[in-house]
């Protein structure tokens, strides 16, 4: 069968169906330098490319009073690169979301305290996403924030150590304080135990032990300082927004009414966009500002050495976000209106089994591997996977509608050269390095 008859049966399908064909996440450098204004975009291109015009600001988030507050955003900096925040006291945020691999790890999976069983995506733009980590298992950021810390293979430590960290710190205690308020009374060691955390799956831990021994309203002051040092983090997190790529040079163009796009993007890049909006319907997925629906999809990926293949993905991410203290209708948020319509409507069923979250596209050149599993090192295997679709789905069962692209050599270095032009400008190098001071 030629490629045109190929491409065209796909066209023919993928319009009858509206699916997204292909669930990206990658980057490498850009190696086109064909570049020109005489590419004409089609009207239906330019409208579906316009689409994905990036919004200046994330949406609020009603479950966190200091989200877009300065100074919350300040001390979250500070607490984001604290190495006292870990057991060994070499470990942080920063560990596993590096700056110099934009915010995300070089490795397939990462290490921290021991190694995970996910590779660590980006929190560039994070704040525009609904869910977070792979399987959605929160879904605002400072829960996602809270995870890490006491998670035995990441940073090691219990709630009642990140709070007794700021409580003793002369700065990190008043920058806390005028923020929240008063820290509960931390030094009264017979009951706020040095160390301690919930831990219901193992009640003879020493944590869980010491933990229980506290009075309940001790317990839920410690969790409300131990959610105020999270939502200071996600405050920080914020503000990791990347934009200004050539890809959005080339919308400003469009609605400038030059329907070439400019000359920002290479004549491979330009192909690539109406091939993402045209014949694979990637953007049927990778959806709006950032490139993602926000939703979860099983696709079928080749096994990693690294992780559980057969890991359940969303249908457990589900009930592990529902059971979360910390999510955003529970007793610790600010707001819990929004979330209470968010969570209301999630229901586990068998078809999320393997499904994971589709990620966003925008800066990919620093934060290879990709996918939940460091699967792939480069973004053009990312695009053979979907290109040819022959890997049988490990855990649960592939999308149905998710057939092989069968785009030839040129046509995938296309679509890898117009994901290459969604790379935005740096963020401030303010943002990458901890301050001098919290306060």
Known sequence: MATETKNGWILKWTAANSFCLLLLLGGCTDKASDTGTTFSFGERSISRLLRHQFE????ADPTNNVADDEDAAKLGQFLFFDTRLSEDGEQSCATCHKAENGFSDDKAVSSAIGT???????????????????????????CQAAGPLEAPAEHGISRLEAVHLVFNDSD?????TNLFGDLPELDLT????????????????????????????????????????TKAI??????????????????????????????????????????????GVCWACHAGPTFTNKEFHNVALPPSPDIDNESEGRF??????????????????????????????????????????????RNLLDTAPYMHGGHFETLTQVVEHYNEMD???????????????????QQVQDVVAFLESLQGEPIDEALTVQPSSPL
């Open 172 to 176: 990190l205690h008043e920058a806390y």
């Open 391 to 409: 890997d049988p789905p490990l855990s649960g069962h592939r999308e149905e509608l998710l057939l092989p692209l069968l785009w030839d050599e």
């Open 316 to 361: 457990s991410g589900i009930s592990l976000l529902l059971a979360n203290p910390f999510n955003g209708r529970g007793d610790y948020s600010d707001d819990t209106t929004d979330a209470e319509i968010k969570l209301g409507y999630l229901i586990e069923s068998p078809e999320q089994v393997g499904t994971f979250k589709t990620p966003g596209l």
């Open 190 to 229: 017979d009951r706020f135990p040095l160390r301690g955390r919930p831990i219901p799956d193992d009640t003879a831990d020493p944590d869980h032990i010491a933990w229980s021994s506290m009075d309940s309203s001790d317990q839920e002051a410690v969790n409300q300082a131990f959610t105020n040092i």
């Open 56 to 59: 200046i600001n994330p949406p």
């Open 116 to 142: 995970t069983t996910r590779h660590s995506p980006t929190i560039v733009n994070a704040a525009f996403n609904r869910w977070f980590f792979w399987d959605g298992r929160c879904d605002t950021l400072w």
């Open 234 to 279: 996600a405050a920080f997190e914020r503000k990791l927004i990347q934009r200004n790529s050539p890809f959005d040079r080339m919308l400003d163009a469009f609605d400038a009414g030059d329907n070439s796009g400019g000359d920002g993007l290479s004549m491979s890049a330009k192909r690539g966009a109406e091939l993402f909006v045209g014949d």
